[in-house]
């Protein structure tokens, strides 16, 4: 079975065109503790003044250089500090990430997102990636990168070389920051997520959930990206992937149904950037993918990989976009 389009709404988006306004945390929270019913359905209803509810936009993300991070990132499998048994690989070369783009598009991707273990980029690593952009761009995909922190001109010799996107997530809520990371602040974070919109670059920016804090912490997060000058145009939560070795291995699960309030939660107070139901998806089976997608989700990452754990594989994504007359965008 093939999926059809049936709506005309266009999947591009006017962001001037709809009203702002600024979530107060305990809001968000109060969106939590509706009835579940009546948030997923709250959540829906804004998906379609919006978006067309039957298309997805599919990013694949390749780690350019794997593992060896200064940072102390506690869910991250690619910190240093960590022995997580990860083999650790130096900054690929260019015709090989090009290739690995090509595939990306064969394969339906339509945005190609490179991601390096760096708290951020050294001179000669940017002039690398600077290249790497300008070869995806010029296969056709949108670009993104997700290098860490940005200083000087950066973020504006990305935006030259033709970035589309960088992906910078804040993670979690400033009361829970210090707990996941020391090595760094979420007021870094935040300079940089300044430095790429300034530039003109689309910013992506989103936080995990599923690491032992709070209704209110996830609250805060949703908050926080709510009320950034101008909303992340691409939001992706990710759910914890437990990575034995990190200090976050063992955390107690979320309950799913709460991760998919999460989703709804983006989705109402960001109306109109994209959602990205992002890692952990090949530990949620497929009704629970689509009680996401009828939440508001309607961007995901596409291809085996994630960075260094699995993801659904293209076949699967294939299937379920299928059985659920799902559209790519
Ligand atoms: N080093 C860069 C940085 O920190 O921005 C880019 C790569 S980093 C791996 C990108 C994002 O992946 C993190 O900010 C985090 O949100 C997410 N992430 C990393 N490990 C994860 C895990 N085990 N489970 C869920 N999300 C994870
Ligand atoms: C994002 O928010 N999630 C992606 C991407 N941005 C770079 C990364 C997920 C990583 C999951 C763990 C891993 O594969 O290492
Ligand atoms: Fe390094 Fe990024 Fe992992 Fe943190 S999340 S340890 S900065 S690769």
């Given at each position: 079975m093939t999926s059809v389009c049936q709506s005309a709404k266009?999947?591009?988006?006017?962001?001037?065109?709809v009203e702002r306004r600024k979530w107060a945390v305990a809001e968000v929270e109060a969106l939590f503790e509706l009835p579940f019913m009546d948030l997923v359905f709250r959540a829906q209803q804004v998906h379609r003044e919006h978006f067309d509810p039957n298309a997805v936009q599919r990013s694949t993300l390749l780690s350019i250089k794997t593992g060896g991070c200064s940072?102390?990132?506690?869910?991250?499998?690619?910190?240093?500090?960590?022995?997580?048994?990860l083999d650790r690989q130096q900054l690929m070369a260019i015709e090989e990430v090009v290739e690995k783009a090509k595939a990306a598009k064969a394969k339906g991707s339509s945005r190609f997102c490179m991601g390096a273990a760096w708290k951020g980029p050294k001179e000669k690593e940017l002039e690398t990636v600077l290249a790497m952009v300008r070869e995806v761009k010029a296969l056709g995909m949108e670009t993104c990168v997700t290098l860490g922190m940005l200083k000087g001109d950066q973020a504006l010799r990305l935006k030259d070389a033709g970035l589309d996107y960088y992906n910078h997530n804040i993670d979690t809520a400033p009361e829970f920051y210090g707990q996941v990371i020391t090595t760094h602040t979420l007021a870094d974070r935040l300079d940089t997520l300044d430095q790429v919109r300034s530039a003109g670059i689309n910013v992506c920016s989103g936080g995990i959930v599923?690491?032992?804090?709070g209704r209110k912490s996830r609250a805060g997060l949703i908050a926080q990206l709510a009320n950034m000058?101008?909303?992340?145009?691409s939001v992706p939560i990710n759910n914890l992937?437990?990575?034995?070795?990190?200090?976050?291995?063992d955390v107690e699960k979320l309950d799913p149904f709460e991760f998919v309030r999460t989703i709804a939660a983006a989705r109402i107070t960001m109306p109109t950037s994209f959602v990205r139901l992002s890692a952990g998806r090949q530990q949620m089976n497929d009704e629970m993918q689509a009680l996401c997608f009828l939440a508001g989700a309607n961007s995901i990452f596409y291809g085996d990989q994630l960075l260094t754990t699995d993801n659904p594989d293209v076949d699967h994504d294939q299937a379920l976009f299928d059985r659920l007359g799902l559209r790519a965008i």
């Open positions: 266009p999947t591009t988006l006017d962001h001037s065109a940072e102390d990132c506690s869910y991250c499998s690619q910190s240093a500090r960590y022995k997580t048994g599923g690491m032992g804090e000058p101008t909303p992340p145009q992937v437990a990575v034995p070795g990190t200090p976050l291995a």
